[in-house]
């Protein structure tokens, strides 16, 4: 008895995938997901007392290359080719109003006008989203550990226009965030179209042969091969608005150096004493904060 059900088309495939180990890509992904979550999300959190989370990053190739895909963008140049970013409204009214102190996002339709301020605040998280993910790309082309500098890259003025034009190898980076603290908890969206110059050399370091760690790497115990970054703060000083208002070229402010606080990642650690040893000022001393 024949059936007059619809069969399904199997998925044509990309021939901008042929021979291209995008099923690899999960793995830069990932770790892309961990680290905009360090710097995007933690900041924020610590800053605001909110509970942004970072849930996914997706990577994939534009379906329609050479088509402009729909909405506002915010367009700039990088250094391997153009790149652009697209932001979820409800996540600039969010983060605005919470800046500003009040309780939650004000509802806002998409139609209503945009202030200044949240002008400003977009074209702020645009380019910092822009900066750090071809970092990042940057980063996992070389194969470099998390804790290996990466030069911050210098980007062009942006730009602002309906959809964006890019080349046929052109990429889409898809970031979806989730705010626990609004009512009810809200998804959130962050896109990034990028050139394809940033991908491809993310892509032929995939493909090639798998590196296997240093012999003196892998003699390290874990302690020794876990890079963190630490930062001293060693004075803060609060003065009357009036005595800095009176502040000149060549002005002289007695300080005293008491205990510096050790910070990872702007995360309070530990503290330590200041002392000189040779005409440079040194750590010691260090105790665990509670």
Request: charged share 20%.
């Amino acid at each position: 008895m024949s059936s007059n059900a619809p069969t399904s088309r199997p998925a044509a495939l990309d021939p901008r995938c042929l021979g291209r180990p995008v099923h690899l890509l999960p793995r830069v992904t990932e770790s892309l997901r961990d680290a905009l979550q360090r710097s995007l999300c933690q900041p924020w959190n610590r800053r605001y007392r909110t509970r942004y989370e970072l849930r996914s990053v997706a990577l994939q190739p534009l379906n329609q290359p050479g088509v402009d895909l729909p909405g506002r963008w915010l367009r700039t140049q990088g250094p391997q080719g153009p790149l652009a970013c697209q932001i979820d409204r409800s996540l600039v009214l969010s983060l605005m109003a919470r800046r500003l102190g009040l309780a939650g996002p004000q509802p806002a339709a998409e139609q209503d006008p945009s202030t200044a301020t949240e002008e400003r605040l977009q074209q702020a998280l645009a380019l910092q989203l822009c900066g750090q993910s071809v970092q990042l790309l940057a980063q996992a082309a070389r194969g470099d550990g998390p804790g290996e500098p990466v030069p911050t890259p210098a980007l062009a003025p942006l730009q602002t226009g309906a959809g964006i034009n890019l080349e046929a190898d052109g990429w889409i980076m898809e970031l979806r965030l989730w705010d626990a603290e609004a009512q009810p908890p809200t998804e959130m969206s962050m896109r990034l179209a990028l050139d394809g110059g940033y991908v491809a050399p993310v892509l032929r370091h995939l493909a090639g042969p798998a590196r296997t760690p240093r012999a003196a790497q892998q003699a390290q115990p874990l302690p020794r091969r876990l890079m963190l970054k630490l930062q001293a703060r060693l004075l803060e000083q609060e003065l009357p608005l009036g005595q800095v208002l009176d502040l000149r070229p060549g002005s002289l402010i007695p300080v005293r150096l008491a205990d510096a606080t050790i910070l990872v990642d702007g995360s309070p650690l530990m503290q330590a004493a200041v002392a000189e040893h040779q005409g440079k000022l040194c750590l010691t001393s260090f105790e665990d904060l509670e």
